[in-house]
């Protein structure tokens, strides 16, 4: 479906980043039941115990007291919160283990995610002809294909399970109360364990078509896919003009490098541009600086304007790093840059010496 969109691109990381948000992930709810049940049952052979006791107690306490048909309705309350009262001790730990079982189970596929867009009112949600469309689409005929065999599978299993040892419990009816109850337990667990296999194999292929099936539902066009980054990253062409003035702005005019004492180069890496004059600056200061296609055109300005060049990879190095244009030279630099303006000084005496 999204292939015949036009929808042939990978979904990007924004688009798994905006869907999570939106609570929209890929999650098996065959898996979760598959491993909620296996935790249940196993819980509940483990619990057999605690059931016979809490049975026991119960009927104890009740028949102590004594049923009497005369005057039971005034009884009716008393034994309805008792019943209550034993409904929730037997069942709550299954519920407790239950509610545990199906959230760790959940996390398991999605990890932490706390959304509320899904519980959002949206007037889509209640819009009729879109719930028809829904009712019969592919999605949902396909869910309710899926369980009714699987449905079907479970009773199946049931069944000939039940059957092979049906004969065997109503032969053990004269073994007691209490040992028939471990068989039936036993037969119980046994059931719960070749369902819960069946069922935890069914889920785990549940979950990776689901993965799947969410993949393809975020596929992207190509046109989709540079929208976003234009969104994100901005227009290539802003952007470029952006980086452009940037450059400019922190690399300096190069009508400033007419006015340098002296440029200093890595040799053509780097091209930083400074100026001292005496009476003017009080320290050097730096005028422009630039790499690359930079250096170059700085160059290429003070050759133009008789600024002598000066190779010191170290000093060019250090001056691009830590000083932007503008900005004076540090002290610590001052002896490096010294040296350099001694040798300029030379360099125009012996110029001057030959005209």
Known sequence: ??????????????????????????????????????????????????????????????????????????????????????????AGPFLAIGFIASLLASMLQTGFLFTTT?????????NPVSGFKNMFSKKTLFALLKNIMKLGLVFWMSYLMISSSINHVINSSNVGTEKLFFLVMELVKSLGV???????????????YQ???????????KQELKDEY??????PQIKGKRKQFHRQM????????????????NPTHLAIAIRYEKGKDEVPIIVAKGADHQAAKIRERAKESNVPIIEN????????????????????????IAEILALVYQMEQMNKRKI
Not at 211 to 221: E, H, P, T
């Open 194 to 208: 070749q369902l819960g296999i069946v069922l935890l194999v069914l889920g785990i292929a549940d979950y990776l």
């Open 230 to 235: 234009k969104e994100s990253e901005g227009d």
């Open 118 to 126: 899904a519980i959002k009112f949206d007037i889509k949600k209640i």
């Open 211 to 221: 993965i799947y099936d969410y993949r393809n539902g975020l596929k992207m066009s």
């Open 1 to 90: 479906m999204a292939e015949k969109d036009g929808k042939t691109e990978k979904p990007s990381p924004k688009k798994f980043k905006d869907a999570r948000k939106k609570g929209e992930i890929a999650k098996s709810q065959d898996l979760t039941s598959a491993i909620t049940f296996i935790v249940f049952t196993g819980a509940s052979a483990f619990l057999g115990p605690y059931i016979l006791k809490q049975g026991f107690l119960y009927l104890r306490v009740y028949l102590s007291e004594g049923l009497l048909v005369s005057g039971m309705e005034n009884s009716l309350g008393n034994i309805g919160m008792k019943a209550i009262m034993f409904t929730l001790v037997l």
């Open 313 to 336: 990879k170290p000093v060019a190095r250090a001056m691009y790093k830590s000083i932007e244009v503008g900005q004076p030279v540090p002290v610590d630099m001052y002896q490096a």
């Open 250 to 265: 922190t690399s300096g005019s190069l009508m400033d490098v007419e006015t340098a004492t002296a440029v200093i180069t």
